[in-house]
């Protein structure tokens, strides 16, 4: 069965087993690297081949060496460091809980606990991924809207660039915008993502049209934003009709009787009507029901020409 995927297990069986032994050695104390006095100093690495094995630069294991979190094994007359197996297992441990977001006086403290106290901190670094795991996930979803956005045609792109965003950031920074958007996409389900992955394109429509009432309804610009949104509201409500024990079959018409009966109610749909005037200016609104409600009715009325 294994051979049939693409997961290397072999890799995973081996960094778990430097695990075990690493556990079984106590590597997690302070006792667990010894400073030898040259015997066996031709089965250790020096200081240069750890540094290619692990990934580390040689600056990073002289500042762990000053601050008492690795010593070398051995340090010759000639002054080149050694390192045994224990000494790499340990640095090895090093790097996984700084990835996992230890810093290093909590790493130099876990070595330093005992082996009790190490189970309960091995149960902190788990947490501690899979808060990682999730802000990682989050972050994933986040860019994948971003892709999404940047798929919008040049006349919604340029039409969101009026967008005031002082009226988003209000008093925080962008970095504190960034993080809210990250955590509130790290915690949506698949479901929800979907929704978003739908709901987000009509919205960024919705606001490009309001951000143009100073062109014509007919205008091009307006019409080639309407169409995009006119398919976005319409894939909102095949996937509603999927989801329906007793499914029926839309045509543009229909969509368009749709969008026309849901127009009428944005403005005392409190959400959509402070989305948009938030975002366009105070005619933003009435603006985008006029335009829904000249280009749907345009697709009535050329649907009912063809019957």
């Given amino acids: 069965m ?23 050695k106590s590597l997690l104390t302070a006792r667990c690297v010894q400073v030898y006095d040259g015997i066996g100093v031709d089965f250790m690495k020096k200081l240069s081949e750890v540094c290619k094995l692990v990934g580390v630069t040689r600056r990073t294991l002289q500042e762990y060496n000053k601050i008492n979190l690795l010593k070398p094994t051995y340090i010759s007359d000639s002054g080149y460091w050694y390192y045994d197996d224990n000494a790499i297992g340990l640095l090895l441990m090093i790097r996984i809980f700084l990835e996992a977001g230890y810093d290093r006086l909590a790493i130099k403290e876990l070595f330093n606990s005992s082996i009790k106290d190490n189970e309960q901190v091995f149960s902190e670094l788990l947490g501690s991924l899979e808060e990682k795991k999730k802000r990682i996930d989050g972050m994933i979803k986040f860019v994948r809207m971003l892709n999404v956005t940047l798929s919008f045609p040049r006349c919604t792109l340029s039409a969101l660039d009026k967008i005031d965003l002082a009226n988003i950031y209000q008093e925080k920074s962008f970095l504190n915008v960034f993080n809210d958007s990250v955590n509130t996409f ?3 389900d698949e479901t929800e993502q979907a929704e978003v992955e739908l709901i987000v394109p009509l919205t960024y429509h919705l606001i490009a049209i309001a951000n143009n009432s100073e062109h014509s309804i007919s205008s091009e610009e307006v019409e080639m934003i309407f169409k995009d949104l006119f398919l976005s509201f319409k894939k909102i409500v095949l996937a509603v009709n999927e989801t329906d024990e007793s499914p029926v079959s839309f045509d543009d018409s229909d969509v368009a009787g749709i969008i026309i009966d849901w127009s009428k109610e944005m403005k005392s749909d409190i959400e959509i009507s402070k989305l948009i005037t938030s975002h366009s200016n105070e005619k933003g609104l009435d603006y985008v029901v006029r335009v829904l409600d000249y280009y749907c009715k345009e697709i009535i009325n050329s649907s009912k020409i063809k019957e």
């Fill in 2 to 24: 294994w051979q049939e995927t693409e997961i290397d297990w072999y890799y995973i069986f081996i960094v778990l087993a430097l695990f075990i032994i690493c556990l079984q």
């Fill in 186 to 188: 790290s915690n949506l």
